[in-house]
């Protein structure tokens, strides 16, 4: 499993956890924009809880990580644009860029 990015963890660059196991808990609450009116516009918070292993051992809480970030969204004839940026507890943060419908 990899944990990472816009769509997985705010705060880590994609990709930047990976292990056999996983435990993530996101939660994300997303207002519609009233302007511009040609296109839908979105502001989301969000936030990330989790941690990957790559071997069997006892969970603690001190192994979880928390990410918290914000995304602004626009919804255009050529697919949807995101830009985002995201902090995480221990001081890292990471800026977004997604364009296009995602595969």
Do not use: C
């Amino acid at each position: 499993f990899h944990m990472g990015g816009l769509d997985s963890f705010m705060g880590l660059p994609e990709d930047a956890l990976l292990g056999k196991r996983m435990i993530t808990v996101n939660g994300e609450l997303r207002y519609q924009l009233p302007w511009p009116n040609w296109f839908d516009s979105y502001l989301s918070i969000r936030g990330d809880l989790g941690s990957a292993w790559n071997k069997y051992e006892k969970i603690t809480s001190k192994d979880f990580k928390l990410g918290l970030g914000f995304i602004l969204s626009f919804d255009t004839i050529l697919g949807p644009v995101r830009l985002g940026h995201g902090i995480m507890s221990d001081g890292m943060y990471q800026t977004y860029f997604s364009a296009g419908y995602q595969f």
